[in-house]
């Protein structure tokens, strides 16, 4: 039973330009969640989808933008770069909107030169 | 604004000793506490999780958590500490459903 596997697990841009992240949740799960985790901090919440609509947003700007497929998956938008930016972006997948257990992907790694 | 507060950014215990990290909350319900695991290049792995009930909880890898209400708090720890453990380790609170606000992490080093 695959887990939740994100991709690429590295990449390197420079500033101003656009990255897309991606995700496929756990088998059986509908509901993905992004978070950035800056070097030596812990995850922050960017948003989450559920039925291929936002259900909630965390205090990140426009420039952060999803999207989530039919088949659950899920795509994160960075547009116009900055250093800032830099960080490992964890998706998480879930069942429903419900409170419960979150299952973590490895990451990907965003360095913004 | 709910919060979660690890005091401790390293601690660093010997092979076979106890364990315990810290962790207060700001929570105005009852609050939905986890503590995650995180080894370097990896993502996060749930420990354990409480939700109601009992409020000692056992969780994954022989740790375990305790919710103390009146103190806020939700302390993890492991009564023998094995070289296998040092990582980094987040506590979160629930917000919202399955919105998870966590703290800044802990990272353990284990001496031989």
């Known amino acids: 039973d695959a887990g939740v596997t994100q991709s690429p697990t590295h990449l390197i841009k420079t500033r101003g330009q656009q990255v897309t992240l991606r995700c496929s949740p756990k088998?059986?799960?509908?509901?993905v969640s992004w978070y950035q985790q800056a070097l030596g901090q812990g995850p922050q919440f960017i948003f989450q989808?559920?039925?291929?609509?936002?259900?909630q947003r965390g205090n990140f700007p426009d420039r952060f933008s999803g999207h989530q497929f039919p088949n659950y998956s899920s795509e994160l938008n960075v547009n116009a770069l900055l250093l800032g930016d830099s960080a490992l972006y964890l998706c998480?997948?879930?069942?429903?909107?419900?409170?419960?257990?979150?299952?973590f992907g490895e990451g990907s790694r965003l360095t913004v030169l | 604004a709910q919060s979660v507060t690890q005091p401790d950014i390293h601690i660093t215990v010997s092979e076979g000793a106890s364990l315990e990290l810290r962790c207060n909350y700001s929570?105005?319900?009852?609050?939905?506490l986890f503590w995650y695991v995180q080894s370097p290049g990896q993502g996060l792995q749930l420990l354990l999780k409480?939700?109601?009930?009992?409020?000692l909880v056992q969780g994954i890898k022989g740790f375990e958590a305790e919710f103390k209400r009146s103190q806020s708090s939700f302390n993890l720890r492991k009564p023998s500490v094995h070289w296998s453990d040092a990582a980094e380790y987040f506590c979160?609170?629930?917000?919202?459903?399955?919105?998870?606000?966590f703290g800044a992490g802990t990272i353990l080093r284990v001496k031989s």
């Open positions: 998480a997948s879930s069942v429903g909107l419900a409170t419960g257990e979150l299952f």
């Open positions: 088998s059986g799960h509908d509901t």
């Open positions: 989808y559920y039925e291929e609509e936002e259900r």
């Open positions: 929570y105005g319900a009852t609050p939905y």
């Open positions: 409480y939700f109601s009930g009992d409020t």
């Open positions: 979160a609170v629930a917000d919202r459903g399955n919105k998870l606000v």
